[in-house]
């Protein structure tokens, strides 16, 4: 096969370019063509992210050695390979500054994390790097940065599933939002959006990945809000972007504060975790570094306190939810962990803690989205609390060290959430696009096949022996128990929990929709293949997928080493990695997930289709109906976040700086111009007309009275001037004669 | 070619306009088509001369000055015609060549009223001229006069041709940036009177030359810097503008016609900063750094303080006047942390600015054509009335709101990191708060921009607008004067280095002056 | 010679000019008056000629002066009689206390 992972950029250039083509021409060339070159797009990046997953699984099995590797790895990092210097010393020379050393040996940096490796199992790990290959971004105070691609299993596995939920989603729509008011414009996000995701993925650097981030988020502000006539789709469009906004401001500081913690030369995601790993790392700042880029991972994958978003993003259109919402932007966050784990591990110190900010985030989201699920009457919401409750657990199993375990169950999540997703727009489109579970029954006769692959879905997510769902949640509670150096417990018990929950909300909602009688007005019937072929595809993917990750040993049961953890081994990173465990697989804690999700069924069996148990309890006991109500409130978290804090935001707040600007401040301006106009006033009546004024006038005015006075001598008599002649001339004689 | 340019370039640059102005001064006003040609002709072929220079830009060599006139003008007080282009100035000038034809193409069938395109395009090329000559001045004088000769141009298209409360707009932004003016002129004398003397044909006297105070100004006293440099802080921040000095801007935005704003909030605005990165901050770095604190917290108010007024807007334009004070918070904290990272910030963040929120002016404008109203509450369903217009707005509140991948996120991203570790001896504490309210401000940007669109944008149009065919989508002479800069947006957002690569070298040279004279 | 009689005549003369001059409401005795000063003028003249020349009798100083001084006189008197006229002419009056037309 020929070898194109060192051209990858050329996956989300495709999907950038379908997006301009069909932004400017989709509308001139019509609905049909449209689509056509989304899925045409979308098939081909498909192709080429396999081919590129064969070329990852080939350099693992054939792995660089001796100079290639030195050389490999120098460039790995996005350092240039000038000379043939260690990694360490490429570090020290940029870590110089802030006066901090780091081992110069690379072989034992990079040793250390796998020792482990192979003594635990059978098949050592050979230290691979990814496939790294960037160019000259941009250029501040001589530093230089990069833009890049960076692939490894992580990467490959998420451009394959990326792109397979995405071409579904593309040949769903064309049935699902035929005759929509704005198809073409759908399929444009649609492109952009699988362009920023795969953008996203293929990220060398953190800064990237804030790019990558970003867009994925405008594009799903953009489909959320896709009808947007109705203000509750723009309401919730807003909402989901404003919340991202607010755990971004996590991300932007974590990015910051890494990027400087490991020298501040360099936003490479290597560097970063060769850094975390190396002994001197500042564990302190790489803490608070972790903790402000969890923010971001807060609001992007759902958790709890930022988690309100995404049930109201299901006002967008159900593919959109299917695609964005449960299989590939929401598990953004959590692959910013998975692929920044060096520096999650060392600041969280995950290998020897029991208990962590991440961890129990994790398990707590689990627990509160599945109680959530519980009292939603929406087929969708009730998915969308599941995918909450499911992200808590692939951040709960990055928590607790398990990364192959949060990573696997990612991708196995993936497919069957889509499916149920996917199921849910196949019922909806037979109900007139109504998602209520009240209106609906007994469709299990009337759409066959979207019954058996929301059946083989739930039964996946419920964790049932021998789908995904089972194998990659176990690995999850494996990894709880067991942890790093000490059990997770509590993370434990929350899982346990939750698998109960999962399985009890989700048979609720099973049983609502498609047992019993149909209690609503359409007419139902079975969707066309273009809806049901795609859900027959993901259902087949949740029933094998969890094979890929076959235990090493299985009740006893061993099956030769190159069909177990294939999963584990092509994707979990063995460059710039921690040192983790991997719990093997645990007989009792799988029995025991195992009778909890059939519990949890039987219990919504009972409760649901077979209507005993307590019902009326709600209104009988106070206690009960204070916490359904709490439960129907979604903890009040929206009341606070919607009501008190954007509302007072929006209003009191930003009316009092508006009072304070125009009356306090621009008072002020406007106080001194009347003020100078007044004593412009003053100084013009007073000094002006009155004194100066007065002084010019009065002078004229004292001209004229003493012209007046002497006007009196002027009598016109001859004699008089006579007189006054020899007057004069007496004086002056008297003058002559006396004094001179 | 490159001697021709040496000597003539940047003068026939600064000075064209004004001879096109003078050639329409003398044609009788009623010969619009002449007028108009002319305008746009002087425009393009100054922008044709920008093009020159920037090709013949030393671009490796971009921190020191090129393309420089050093002649005498005023010997008795040794104030000399020297100007010069490094890499600081050349963003600036070519954003402001860029502006100026696209505002005259997007003018061409309406001006507004009354009319007069005579006088309305002589106004623009003044300005034009006062722009450029601001950008490319290395004296202090020099600087001064074209900084001044923009202000009566602005003054006379807002007061006549603009809203209804022009009179006021107009008289306060004059007058108000007038007294900032003022202080800078003391500003500057005191720095001649009190900086060293440079031989001049063998006598000694001060100088007024920015290239050589740097130099000649570390002998003065720390007190009396302190205060000059707060004499040219309440100049240029006047001009930024700074919080609590901004109160000038939303009236005078307000009330000016459209192209008016455009070329206020895109090219005067940053007459302010350019003015603290070309002339504050070099000559006197040591009073830099003390008021440096200061500086930051203001802009870091000015962000919260300017995205919570727009929250509370009800008039579209006064609302994007309210984002102008919000961004040039960024631009001002980037100033503030005195680092490399931070100063390439602010300059992108000036270009981007610039770009975006024209962008958002024109749109306002031509709302403002078609509905004859700004009230929010009375506009909406812009995509469904007009959808290209609809577009355009929402691709300019995602660049306004430092979307990455668009131009704004590089003005905002680098000054928040610049802020985590600020130059000199600034205290580190105090700027990474700062840096912790700056990130918050760009939640408040996205909110207050989304909400605007979602009430502009988004929905159905109000009944009083439902069958208006005054609704027409954007016409060609729009789409002339805008695709310019919706391009460049996106490019300069991928593509960052464009300007980077070009401020580098010149910005680096300025902190370096800066740690090597300051602290 | 005796001096002082002749000056003492010249002033008492003068004296009543002046008074005349000065008091008098007709105007023809004004003219009259001021002949009465001008030959008091005269007679000092010529006094005091013959005073400072009594050794050189042909030195005629004093008496020359005093001719001017009548010949000026007929002149002006000429004309000022002239004035007289005209004014009764116009007035039929010559009350001098009613030509105040340059009142001012």
């Given amino acids: 096969m020929f070898n194109i992972i060192d051209k990858v950029w050329i996956i989300p250039a495709l999907m950038a370019a379908s997006f301009l083509v069909i932004l400017f021409f989709g509308k001139r060339w019509g609905t049909r063509v449209t689509a056509g070159i989304g899925i045409a797009s979308v098939s081909i990046c498909l192709i080429l992210s ?13 792995p660089p050695t001796g100079a290639a590797l030195a050389a490999e790895i120098v460039q790995a990092n996005g350092l240039t390979p000038q000379t043939g210097k260690t990694i360490g010393e490429e570090i020290n020379a940029a870590t110089k500054d802030s006066g901090e050393t780091v081992a110069t040996d690379s072989q034992s940096a990079s040793g250390e994390s ?62 699902y939002l035929r005759g929509d008011v704005r198809f073409t414009h759908y399929y444009a996000f649609l492109s952009l959006f699988t362009a920023s995701m795969l953008f996203y993925v293929l990220s060398s650097n953190t800064l990237q990945m804030l790019v990558g981030w970003e867009l994925v988020g405008v594009c799903s502000f953009g489909l959320i809000g896709h009808w947007w006539e109705e203000k509750k789709n723009t309401d919730a469009a807003l909402k989901a972007f404003l919340t991202n906004r607010v755990g971004d401001i996590g991300l932007i500081l974590g990015v910051i504060i890494t990027f400087f913690a490991a020298g501040g030369s360099s936003f490479n995601v290597l560097h970063l975790n060769e850094y975390a790993l190396s002994g001197n790392a500042n564990t302190a700042l790489l803490l608070i570094g972790a903790l402000c880029l969890f923010g971001g991972v807060t609001s992007k994958s759902g958790q709890f306190p930022l988690h309100t978003w995404l049930p109201d993003a299901m006002a967008g259109p159900t593919p959109v939810s299917a695609l964005i919402h449960a299989a590939t932007m929401v598990v953004a966050g959590v692959y ?87 199921g849910a727009g196949s019922v909806a489109h037979a109900c007139h696009h109504s998602f209520d579970m009240r209106e609906m029954g007994g469709l299990r006769k009337k759409m066959p096949v979207t019954h058996a692959t929301f059946l083989v879905a739930t039964l996946a997510l419920a964790g049932i022996f021998p789908l995904a769902g089972f194998w990659s949640k176990d690995e999850i509670l494996a990894g709880s128990a067991n942890g790093q150096e000490n059990a997770y417990t509590i993370m434990l018990i929350f899982g346990l929990i939750t698998a109960f929950l999962t399985a009890a909300y989700m048979g609720r909602a099973y049983w609502m929709t498609f047992w019993g009688k149909y209690r609503g007005h359409a007419h139902p019937h079975e969707s066309p293949k273009v809806i049901t072929v795609p859900l027959i595809i993901l ?5 094998v997928l969890g094979f890929t990750n076959f235990p090493k040993s299985f009740f006893g049961f061993k099956l030769p080493g190159s069909f177990t953890t294939r999963f584990e081994h092509f994707v979990e990173p063995t460059f710039a990695f921690p040192a983790i465990q991997h719990a093997p697989f645990t007989p009792w804690l799988a029995i025991a997930s195992t009778i909890l999700a059939a519990g949890g069924l039987f219990v919504a069996y009972q409760y649901f289709e077979k209507n005993r148990g307590p019902h009326g309890l709600t209104s009988r006991s106070k206690i009960a109906h204070a916490g359904y109500t709490f439960l129907e409130n979604k903890y009040y978290l929206d009341n606070l976040y919607t009501g008190v804090i954007a509302g007072s935001t929006t209003g009191p707040l930003a009316r009092a700086a508006n009072w304070f600007n125009q009356n306090i401040i621009d008072g002020v301006v406007n106080g001194i111009g009347n003020g100078a ?34 006007r009196k001598i002027q009598t016109g008599k001859v004699q008089q001037y006579a007189s006054i002649l020899f007057a004069g001339a007496v004086v002056l004689a008297g003058v002559l004669v006396f004094v001179v | 070619m490159k001697d021709f340019l040496n000597s003539w370039g940047i003068s026939l640059l600064v000075f064209l306009p004004l001879v096109g102005a003078l050639a329409m001064l003398v044609v009788p006003k009623a010969k619009e088509q002449f007028h108009k040609v002319v305008a746009l002709a002087a425009s393009l072929v100054v922008g044709f001369i920008g093009i020159l220079l920037m090709t013949n830009f030393d671009y490796d060599a971009s921190g020191r000055l090129q393309f420089v006139v050093d002649m005498a003008w005023i010997p008795i007080i040794n104030s000399r015609y020297i100007v010069g ?15 100026v034809p696209l505002c005259i193409i997007y003018s061409w069938n309406r001006f507004p009223e009354p009319r007069n395109p005579k006088a309305f395009l002589i106004l623009i090329l003044i300005l034009e001229t006062g722009m450029l000559g601001s950008f490319v001045a290395q004296d202090l004088i020099l600087f001064f006069v074209f900084f001044e000769v923009v202000l009566l141009p602005m003054y006379f298209m807002i007061g006549v041709w603009g809203g209804e409360k022009r009179q006021y707009a107009s008289l306060k932004f004059f007058l108000y940036t007038l007294f900032g003016s003022a202080l800078m002129i003391v500003a500057f004398l005191a720095l001649y009177f009190l900086s060293d003397k440079v031989s001049i044909d063998g006598q000694m006297m001060h100088s007024f030359d920015v290239r050589l105070l740097p130099e000649l100004a570390t002998g003065i006293s720390t007190g009396a810097a302190l205060w000059i440099f707060g004499g040219m802080f309440i100049g240029f921040g006047i001009k930024v503008p700074m919080f609590p000095f901004h109160t000038w801007l939303p009236d005078a935005h307000t009330q000016a016609p459209t192209v008016g704003s455009v070329i206020l909030a895109a090219v005067l605005l940053k007459l302010g900063t350019y003015g603290f990165i070309r002339i504050a ?55 503030a942390t005195l680092t490399t990272f931070g100063l390439q910030a602010a300059i992108f963040g000036m270009v981007a600015h610039g770009l975006i929120t024209g962008m958002l002016f024109f749109v306002a404008g031509s709302t403002k054509d078609r509905y004859h109203t700004l009230d929010i509450s009375r506009l909406g369903g812009m995509l469904k009335s007009m959808p290209h217009m609809g577009w355009i707005l929402g691709f300019s509140v995602m660049a306004s709101l430092g979307l990455p991948g668009l131009a704004g996120f590089w003005g905002e991203f680098p000054a928040i990191l610049a802020a985590y570790e600020p130059g000199l001896g600034l205290n580190v504490a105090f700027f990474r708060v700062l840096m912790v309210v700056a990130a918050i401000g760009t939640v408040l940007s996205a909110a207050y921009l989304l909400w605007m669109y979602q009430r502009v944008g988004f929905g159905v149009p109000s009944k009083e607008f439902e069958e208006d065919p005054h609704l027409h989508d954007v016409t060609f002479s729009e789409w002339l004067a805008w695709t310019p800069i919706l391009i460049l947006i996106v490019v300069l957002g991928f593509v960052p280095n464009i300007i980077f690569k070009v401020t580098d070298g010149a910005v680096s040279r300025t902190i370096a002056i800066v740690n090597g004279l300051g602290g | 010679m005796f001096l002082n009689q002749f000056l003492l005549l010249a002033a008492i003369l003068f004296c009543i000019g002046v008074y005349g001059v000065l008091a ?22 010529v006094a005091f000629g013959a005073y400072w020349h009594v050794n050189d009798m042909a030195n005629v100083t004093g008496q020359v002066f005093a001719l001017f001084v009548i010949a000026v006189a007929a002149a002006e008197v000429g004309v000022g009689l002239a004035l007289v006229l005209l004014i009764y002419r116009n007035r039929q009056s010559i009350n001098i206390d009613d030509v105040d037309m340059l009142k001012g």
Avoid at chain 1, 50 to 62: E, K, L, S
Avoid at chain 1, 130 to 157: C, H, K, N
Avoid at chain 2, 85 to 99: E, K, R, V
């Fill in chain 2, 85 to 99: 282009i490094d890499g600081i100035s050349l963003p600036m000038i070519a954003l402001t060549l860029l502006i």
């Fill in chain 1, 50 to 62: 396999v081919v590129v997953a064969g070329n990852w699984i080939n350099r693992v099995n054939n």
């Fill in chain 1, 539 to 543: 259902a087949g993917c949740a029933v």
């Fill in chain 1, 114 to 175: 796998h020792a482990s490796e192979a003594g635990a199992y059978g098949g050592e790990h050979e230290s691979v790097p990814p496939v790294v290959r960037t160019v000259t971004w941009f250029q501040i105070g001589g530093l230089q940065f990069e833009m890049g691609t960076l692939v490894d299993g992580l990467a490959a596995m998420m451009l394959i599933t990326v792109c397979i939920i995405s071409l579904l989603v593309h040949i769903y729509s064309t049935e």
């Fill in chain 1, 336 to 422: 910013l962990i998975a692929r920044l784990y060096g520096v999650f591990f060392s600041g969280l110190a995950i290998g020897s803690s029991t208990f962590h900010y991440v961890a129990f985030i994790g398990g707590f989201t689990t627990i509160i989205g599945g109680l959530l699920a519980f009292v939603q009457t929406d087929l969708k919401k009730v998915l969308a609390y599941s995918t909450i409750s499911q992200l808590g657990y692939m951040v709960m199993a990055l928590g607790v060290g398990a990364w192959t375990a949060g990573v696997f169950h990612l991708f196995t999540h993936a497919f069957f959430k889509a499916c149920l997703f996917l």
């Fill in chain 3, 24 to 45: 008098r409401k007709n105007g023809v005795l004004v003219l009259m008056s001021i002949e009465l000063i001008l030959n008091s003028v005269n007679i000092n003249l």
């Fill in chain 1, 677 to 710: 106009r007044k004593i412009a006033g003053v100084v013009y009546v007073f000094a002006d007309q009155i004194i100066i004024d007065g002084a010019v006038n009065g002078s004229g005015q004292g001209s004229e009275g003493a012209g007046q006075l002497l």
């Fill in chain 2, 281 to 335: 901050i070099p000559i006197l770095p040591g009073a830099a750094e003390k008021w440096a604190p200061f500086i930051g917290l203001l802009a870091v108010i000015g962000i919260i303080y300017g995205a919570l007024c727009c929250l509370a807007q009800t008039d579209m334009k006064r609302l994007i006047a309210f984002s102008s004070v919000s961004h040039m918070g960024f631009v001002m904290l980037g100033i």
